[in-house]
């Protein structure tokens, strides 16, 4: 089963993507609707990415927020795994004894 880091890691990058793609969401739409009016502009210099987060608002959350997901999970196995794997003891005999000859 999923330890506490590995569910950490998932669910901090699943938080950092929803807001992060929601923010972007609103944004572009937002300076679609009324940025270019204020600037008096017809249109919008059109990106694939501003096209597909206005056009499919709820497969663009998905992957962003699965992408930041899956950062958060290595991130955590990165440096949280490191450190565990270093505090094992990697003695040779069982509670540190020497053998005597």
Do not use: C, H
Not at 56 to 77: C, D, E, R, S, W
């Amino acid at each position: 089963m999923y330890d506490k880091f590995e569910v950490l890691g998932l669910f901090l990058g699943s938080v950092a993507g929803f807001l992060i793609a929601k923010v972007y969401q609103i944004w572009a739409i937002l300076y679609w609707m009324e940025g270019m009016a204020l600037a008096g502009k017809d249109g919008y210099w059109e990106t694939e990415i501003w096209v597909f987060s206005i056009e499919n608002p709820n497969l663009f959350l998905f992957i962003v927020v699965a992408l930041f997901a899956t950062a958060g999970n290595l991130i955590q196995k990165k440096y949280f795994r490191q450190k565990e794997k270093s505090d094992r003891n990697t003695a040779p005999y069982k509670n540190n004894e020497i053998p005597i000859e």
